[in-house]
């Protein structure tokens, strides 16, 4: 069983203002004993190419991946190629997934917050290989209930993701996928529903000091204003081409 993350964040985001690095998060999810991280920018996929290495060296394989709005909605887009740029709408998704093999996760699909899937995942079922277990849940209020029971009337495997801004996210909630250690045959494990969720609640304070750091970050600079080099070892997004 393999340790992994499908949603985490670093400082090569194009939208949100994340002060850990690439090989910071590598690190990180090293000691915590993950064997694989999706990498999942805000509407950019990180080009893994210089920070794959380095991974591998500290035992972690990296999967490609992408946080992309669609039709204003997030959706994790997961092991595919750069076409991820072009999509824009859940046709462009159907049109992505008949030409690729890849894994396609709503996260924090039932969340107070207009990015989130609601209704259109419902619309969209189909489209849709996994559904995401994500982190920030308390013991007495967790957004997720409504995802288990959608996932499960669905027969949708879950998967458990940190939704990494910050390191202290990372290790409290993740999947445990029965796959050898390789990006395609990890996802093709999800999706045959070989993944098991392992969640610990958060406290109220961790919570709240989690989102008052997220808020206090973007109300005193913006998003993404000047922050420090995207990784230790390389500037290493590229722009999706439209």
Same mark, same amino acid.
């Given at each position: 069983?393999?340790?992994?993350?499908? @949603?985490? +964040?670093?400082? &090569?985001?194009?939208?949100?203002?994340?002060? @850990?690095? =690439? =090989?910071?998060?590598?690190?990180?999810?090293?000691?915590?004993?993950?064997?694989?991280?999706?990498?999942?920018? @805000?509407?950019?996929?990180?080009?893994?190419?210089?920070?794959?290495?380095?991974?591998? /060296?500290?035992?972690?394989?990296?999967?490609?991946?992408?946080?992309?709005?669609?039709?204003?909605? +997030?959706?994790?887009?997961?092991?595919?190629?750069?076409?991820?740029?072009?999509?824009?709408?859940? %046709?462009?998704?159907?049109?992505?997934?008949?030409?690729?093999?890849?894994?396609?996760?709503?996260? +924090?699909?039932?969340? *107070?917050?207009?990015? #989130? !899937?609601?209704?259109?995942?419902?619309?969209?079922?189909? !489209?849709?290989?996994?559904?995401?277990?994500?982190?920030?849940?308390?013991? &007495?209020?967790?957004?997720?209930?409504?995802?288990? %029971?959608?996932?499960?009337? @669905?027969?949708?495997? !879950?998967?458990?993701?940190?939704?990494? +801004?910050?390191?202290?996210?990372?290790?409290?909630?993740?999947?445990?996928?029965?796959?050898?250690?390789?990006?395609? $045959?990890? #996802?093709?494990?999800?999706?045959?529903?070989?993944?098991?969720?392992? $969640? =610990?609640?958060?406290?109220?304070?961790?919570?709240? /000091?989690?989102?008052?750091?997220?808020?206090?970050?973007?109300? =005193?600079?913006? *998003?993404?204003?000047?922050?420090? *080099?995207?990784? &230790?070892?390389?500037?290493?997004?590229?722009?999706? /081409?439209?």
């Amino acid at each position: 069983m393999i340790k992994v993350d499908f @949603h985490t +964040h670093t400082a &090569d985001d194009p939208q949100d203002r994340i002060p @850990h690095s =690439t =090989t910071e998060l590598i690190d990180r999810a090293a000691e915590l004993g993950y064997g694989a991280l999706a990498i999942t920018l @805000h509407e950019r996929q990180l080009d893994l190419a210089r920070v794959a290495p380095y991974a591998a /060296s500290r035992g972690v394989v990296l999967i490609r991946g992408v946080e992309r709005a669609i039709e204003g909605k +997030h959706v994790l887009l997961i092991n595919f190629s750069r076409a991820t740029g072009r999509v824009r709408t859940f %046709a462009d998704l159907e049109r992505l997934k008949a030409s690729e093999s890849g894994l396609v996760i709503a996260p +924090h699909a039932f969340y *107070p917050a207009p990015s #989130c !899937l609601w209704r259109k995942l419902d619309r969209y079922a189909p !489209l849709f290989d996994a559904v995401e277990y994500n982190a920030m849940f308390l013991r &007495d209020l967790n957004f997720n209930d409504r995802a288990v %029971a959608w996932a499960r009337a @669905h027969g949708k495997p !879950l998967v458990g993701n940190g939704d990494v +801004h910050r390191l202290r996210q990372l290790g409290t909630t993740y999947s445990l996928v029965d796959a050898a250690p390789d990006a395609d $045959a990890i #996802c093709a494990a999800v999706a045959a529903g070989r993944v098991r969720v392992e $969640a =610990t609640p958060i406290s109220w304070r961790d919570a709240a /000091s989690i989102m008052t750091d997220l808020l206090a970050w973007r109300l =005193t600079a913006g *998003p993404r204003a000047a922050t420090k *080099p995207a990784s &230790d070892s390389t500037n290493s997004s590229q722009p999706e /081409s439209a």
